[in-house]
């Protein structure tokens, strides 16, 4: 059985991150408007009247971008045999980063936000770095 690259594992480990924001969320919704009004007419975004889910949601829908470019410059450093500690620390540093950002976005932490968002950037643009410097 073939094992991860660190980097894959980062990556994985962010895109299930990714997949599993949802679930406070619709819980919520659920508690909100019931089985029928969450599952068969879904609201439309800033419909929450929990404040900490609708920025669940955000945080959620901004991970998804994130994720995305993220995982063209993992792979892109897999692809091209660039995959060193450093990329695998970057990785690493971006999950933790989109988790907290996640987390303190949820709790409405602004500055916290922020800064947890810069460090995953930082992050995607060493990625970048490896492939283009």
């Not at 895109?15 to 609201?43: F, H, K, Q």
């Not at 959620?60 to 995305?68: E, R, S």
């Not at 660039?82 to 933790?96: I, K, M, R, Y």
């Amino acid at each position: 059985m073939a094992t991860l690259t660190p980097d894959l594992f980062w990556l994985a480990a962010t895109a299930t991150l990714t997949a599993l924001m949802w679930l406070p969320y619709i819980l919520n919704r659920l508690m909100e408007l019931g089985l029928e009004g969450a599952v068969l007419n879904p609201a439309p975004p800033g419909s929450a009247k929990a404040a900490w889910a609708e920025r669940l949601r955000a945080a959620h829908a901004n991970m998804a971008v994130a994720l995305a470019i993220f995982a063209a410059l993992v792979l892109s450093v897999q692809a091209a045999g660039l995959a060193s500690p450093g990329t695998a620390l970057a990785c690493q540093v971006f999950f933790w980063a989109r988790l907290v950002h996640a987390a303190v976005y949820t709790l409405g932490v602004p500055a916290g936000r922020t800064l947890a968002f810069a460090v995953g950037f930082i992050c995607q643009m060493a990625l970048a770095w490896t492939l283009l410097g």
